[in-house]
């Protein structure tokens, strides 16, 4: 036997044993019935085991008996073998487990309790319900254990109920395959919903019209990397589109900020929103005429729907929980990370680093997925881009292998962005001669549905923010916005609010700021 398969069936005994202690000896939820006609309707139909694999495991059987004769089956039709009572002996002889699952007259007997496999699924399903039932009190009657023991650590004892509960949650998460006319029809109606609208994108804006040209918006469900080395700006950036997106657009954003507190978060959406210098803000020495502009213009930041989350060193586990209430709450439109190498994943029992970053990018994508709404996550640059040489602001350019600690994040993201300034190596021309002051290049470097572009945007350091910047490498305002387009056209147009996509943030737009 297997030792994988003795370590499942061991940890699923003990599973068993901790469920009937904590039913005070009741016997846990079970279908003995439904999983033998399962197994009967499998020895009689064949072909039935292709749906079944997709739903059962071994471990979903309550009866140990039955888990080997499944497991038995699964081995069968991973070697493309036909299943059937012969099959099935022969294989559970070879394993030494024939007798142990009562011999042959039992896999015989099996199929006498089943006339056809038509019910077959429906049953599956009723074993699998059963077995998320066992689990959840095998896990509550551990962490109630756990509980009474005053040698067991308590952020021990939370950080194990959390590994546990999300790897059940994750296994028990099954999407049924569909056909494709209905997901054309679907197509087709997003399509005719993009046409209606006034900003012509068919995703969340961003609130920078040269990024909404080439990406149409933020898509939903997808998983959005923005990277950079140290100082160049990721954290001003994002707070920039943040600020846009809830003022101008009425998008909800839920802002997860891992480095810094939400004050400080808050004072620099201040410093953005009033135009007053960041320094100025910081002392609080407003003469009487900024106070009056500060006064006018706090009032966007009040109404925006912006709700900002400061927890350091939040697990990805937390951030789903979180993500989860706000969006039913507050149907939030995006989701926004700062930054995505200070999370943790200790919870899902990483082996190293590397592995525990590619666990976080991939539950970052799952959660893009599942709430349907775009995941926009800040990562840092390894040193390498410190370490090139070359002549000019492409010296420094960086690249997709210069994402830090894992690969993983490259293959997960839908898109990858970086955010390059070479005045920030005193590189103060590009290669034309164009000086380099305040420009900042905002590279779309992967780019699943879409093209892959340079974005030039400028950045103001005293105000901590990013605004449209000009077209260094396009010759006129069609090329760059698009045919018949100037930026002040584009951006009346892609300014329009959001209530139809946001019904719950509808308040006048007369105090709105303009980009």
Known sequence: M???????????TQTNEAAIAALGGKMPPQDIDAEESVLGALLVENDAMQEVVEILLPEHFYKDEHQRIYN???????????????????ELAHTGELEQVGGRAYIVDLTAKVASAANIIHHARIIFQKYLQRSLIGISSKIQRDAFDETVDVDDLLESAESDLFNLTQGSVKKD??????????AIRQMKESAKRKDSLSGTPSGFVAIDRVTSGWQAATLVIIAARPAMGKTAFVLSMARKMAINHKVPIALFSLEMSSVELVKRLLVGETEIKS???KSGRLTSEEWKIFDQRVENLNRAPIFIDDTPGLSVFDLRSK?????????IGCII??????????????????EEVSMISRSLKGLAKELNIPVIALSQLNRAVEQRTGDGADGKRPQLADLRESGAIEQDADMVC??????????????????TKGQALFIIAKHRSGGLEDINLRFQPELV??????ALDLQTPSEQYGQGMTPQTFTSKIGATQEENYPDFTADNTDVLPY
Do not use: W
């Open 2 to 12: 297997p030792q994988n398969n003795q370590t499942t069936r061991r940890r699923n």
């Open 418 to 435: 970086f955010i390059h300034r070479p005045e920030y190596y005193h590189i103060m021309e590009d290669s034309k001669g164009r000086s």
């Open 323 to 331: 993500a989860r209430i706000l969006y039913k709450k507050h149907k």
């Open 72 to 90: 038995a089956m699964m081995t069968l039709n991973t070697v493309n073998s036909g299943i059937d009572i012969i099959t099935v002996c022969n």
């Open 177 to 186: 395959v569909q056909n494709i006319t209905p997901v054309i029809d679907e």
């Open 279 to 281: 320094d100025t803000i």
């Open 337 to 354: 990370i700062d930054y995505l190498q200070l999370m943790t994943a200790s919870a899902m029992r990483p082996g190293n680093r590397q």
């Open 465 to 470: 923010r990013f605004e449209e910047g000009e």
